[in-house]
């Protein structure tokens, strides 16, 4: 393990809003003063098979937290979200990056830009875009998945709203040294009737227990999943919103504030029954369960109608049994399903009522969680959920819904098909693998997981059947992976003079084993660019941020910034967290291969097609990495509207053409000596 400790600040609260009882005025109060206490973080490292090493312990001290309501933030032209949103589809964005300490304040004259980042309270839904505290808006439920939380900056950071929330349950890891900040959670809402759980998610621990829900005890592997769900409600109409985001940080205010991290957040509304009797709400249509019923209520008008695709090389016996398998049925939900899919893995079957009070007939009623997410309409869903749940071994029947081959299917089925109508043949692109740790891999599955997700041959492949090509006879794997993959990795030196220093590469916490292998040497490449001078050399103020975001991008080609897919995930490149095949053992007589994994993971894919969902003017979309290169093509370009598509600018915080190593550069690594 690797021990370091920084010198910042202590916190002090700047929380300005009024509490409905002075109790709770005190509990936050005593929150902040606690802000300069030394905490131990557990950092998450979830690749290894040696169990004992999975986790770098970092000793620090909270920094100095910043005034929320008093940053007002100018209006920007690329953000838009709620009902007040702009139509016009260049005020699009998919995805956020967290607001760091650098960038607050450093795009004053620069809308795009500012527009690229939020604040962990505008992700949750409770500040606006200007950074102002929400108006009108009751806060009803909350789930929070996470790997590690740090309770303390939680209540901190959310104030006074966090305790009007009727329900929250909290899916974690671990929480470091957060005892006694549950305890102030609970204790405030003592009489309210609202109520926090806490529910640890620990796959090592013994099967069916109060910390595993699984059938079996894993050898390694955590719960590192980073998603918010919640639901609040309009004051004046009685609107249900559930708000869905999948991001990437960890819980803390070096997570959150000093590192570069990304959120998808998207909106869903309740669900329209056809009948005008319903009073537009169809609780009636949702089982026990949380399965779609036979109710009396109307059948909902779904307008989420996908493409039939076949998928080509799956194998025999590999259609998957529960809905939202190909091909799709017009009433078929796949980003509904998917997420229940996924939550289903908790095992968590308490039924309560979720809402204080509400206007929105069906919800006050009590229900499982699952009954509740299903409340929701996800048709204008504009990603694809990429989840890695249920640690362990899974038959053919749900291989295409989970891990690197559910980004296999949605390459194929949203990416492929434009491939074809374009008619052009595009030459292959490597692909772009940014993470902040890495397993123990090899070439043969390193070969399988690029093949399955390169968008110009996954097609004509079968993933499970197919032998890998590394290292056959004449072949050199250093050359061959040179041309699929670039791995964007921080240097020892991008690491030492990031705004954390030595201590902050425990959030990277790679290891010289896993990195110092032959095949992998070539594929690395800069954190940040090496070139000097020009505003375009760090255009997003995130070279000195260290990286924990994950995200896998495969560019259009290779002379300009335009996308063809991204996934936007808390996958980092390993088999514990993307999945394996392996055979099964001789003795089962059902499928010969299983696909095997150790990790709860979640993450969003988006492409030019799944964007198009969200643009109202019915134009083709092309997404583009936020300018940065000459070759970008500029988001005002009279030049867009040629082939009448739009451009959807996405906040890349690295460079799209990035930086090969030279001689000089050493990829970071967590179990090294370094001397200050």
């Given at each position: 393990?690797?021990?370091c ?45 040696d ?31 709620g009902k ?35 604040t ?5 839904g409770m ?7 929400m ?11 996470n ?17 009007h929330?009727?329900r929250?349950v909290?899916?974690?890891g671990?929480?470091?040294?957060s ?76 997570d959150?504030?000093?590192k570069?991290?990304g ?22 249509r ?75 007939t ?29 640690p ?11 891990g690197?081959?559910k ?10 098909p434009?491939?074809r109508?374009?008619?052009t ?13 890495i ?7 390193l ?11 996954t097609?004509d ?12 006879k ?15 990795w ?9 705004v954390?220093g030595?201590c ?10 896993n ?27 995130t070279?000195?941020?260290?990286p ?43 499928d010969?291969?299983v ?29 583009m ?23 959807v ?17 050493v ?10």
């Amino acid at each position: 393990m690797v021990y370091c400790r920084t010198a910042v600040a202590p916190s002090s609260s700047s929380s300005s809003s009024s509490s409905s009882t002075a109790t709770v005025d005190a509990i936050l109060s005593s929150v902040a003063s606690r802000g300069g206490r030394e905490v131990v973080a557990l950092l998450d490292d979830d690749e290894d098979e040696d169990e004992d090493e999975d986790v770098v312990v970092v000793e620090e001290t909270a920094v100095a937290s910043s005034s929320r309501a008093s940053r007002k933030r100018g209006s920007t032209s690329i953000v838009g979200e709620g009902k007040d949103a702009p139509t016009a589809p260049r005020s699009f964005a998919p995805f956020w990056l967290y607001e760091t300490t650098t960038a607050r304040g450093a795009f004053r004259d620069d809308e795009v830009a500012r527009g690229c980042f939020r604040t962990l309270r505008q992700v949750i839904g409770m500040d606006d875009d200007d950074g102002g505290r929400m108006s009108g808006r009751r806060y009803q439920w909350m789930f929070v998945f996470n790997f590690l939380v740090d309770v303390s900056y939680l209540l901190e950071t959310l104030g006074h709203e966090i305790f009007h929330f009727r329900r929250v349950v909290v899916f974690y890891g671990c929480c470091g040294e957060s005892d006694d900040a549950m305890e102030t959670w609970r204790r405030a809402l003592r009489g309210t009737g609202n109520t926090i759980e806490f529910v640890r998610v620990v796959p090592t621990d013994p099967p069916r227990s109060r910390t595993n829900p699984l059938p079996c005890k894993m050898r390694y592997g955590v719960h590192h999943t980073k998603m918010f769900l919640v639901g609040y409600e309009d004051a004046n109409t009685g609107e249900s919103t559930c708000r869905v985001v999948v991001q990437t940080a960890n819980l803390t205010r070096d997570d959150i504030e000093y590192k570069t991290q990304g959120a998808y957040c998207q909106d869903f509304p309740l669900k329209r029954s056809t009948n005008d009797n319903d009073h537009g709400i169809i609780g009636s249509r949702i089982d026990a369960d949380g399965s779609k019923g036979n109710g009396k209520t109307p059948a909902v008008v779904n307008p989420y109608k996908r493409k039939v695709v076949e998928i080509i090389g799956e194998g025999e016996g590999t259609t998957a049994k529960r809905a939202g398998t190909m091909p799709f049925e017009e009433e078929d939900t796949p980003f509904e399903d998917d997420l229940v899919f996924y939550l289903e893995s908790y095992h968590y079957t308490t039924r309560q009522t979720w809402t204080a009070s509400t206007l929105s007939t069906g919800l006050a009623k009590p229900m499982s969680w699952l009954q509740l997410i299903r409340q929701y309409d996800y048709s204008k869903a504009y990603v694809v959920l990429i989840p890695s749940a249920v640690p362990g071994h899974h038959a053919s029947e749900s291989y295409n819904d989970l891990g690197y081959l559910k980004l296999r299917r949605a390459i194929v089925e949203w990416v492929c098909p434009h491939r074809r109508e374009d008619g052009t043949a595009k030459p292959t692109v490597p692909i772009l693998c940014q993470f902040s740790s890495i397993g123990s891999l090899n070439k043969v599955w390193l070969d399988k997981f690029l093949s399955a997700i390169d968008s110009s041959s996954t097609r004509d492949l079968d993933p499970i059947r197919d032998a890998a090509v590394v290292g056959s006879k004449g072949e050199d794997a250093r050359s061959q992976f040179t041309s699929r993959a670039k791995i964007i990795w921080p240097t020892v030196e991008e690491i030492r003079t990031s705004v954390e220093g030595y201590c902050g590469g425990g959030s990277v916490p790679g290891k010289v084993q896993n990195l110092s292998k032959d095949f992998l040497q070539p594929l690395f490449h800069r954190w940040s660019s090496r070139r000097s001078g020009g505003k375009n050399d760090d255009p997003l103020k995130t070279a000195r941020h260290i990286p924990h975001m994950k995200s896998y991008i495969q560019p259009s080609s290779s002379d300009t910034n335009e996308i063809e897919w991204l996934v936007l995930t808390s996958h980092n490149l390993s088999i514990a967290a993307w999945g394996q095949i392996q055979n099964r053992s001789a003795q089962s007589r059902k499928d010969d291969k299983v696909l095997f994994m150790c990790n709860w993971e979640l993450g969003v894919f988006m492409s030019s097609a799944t964007l198009a969902k969200a643009n109202t003017a019915g134009k083709k979309v092309r997404m583009m990495a936020y300018p940065g290169l000459s070759s970008i093509i500029n988001v005002d370009s009279d030049d867009e509207n040629e082939d009448n598509s739009t451009n959807v600018i996405l906040p890349i915080p690295f460079d799209m053409n990035p930086t090969p190593y030279n001689t000089s550069d050493v990829p970071w690594a967590v179990d090294r000596d370094y001397f200050v």
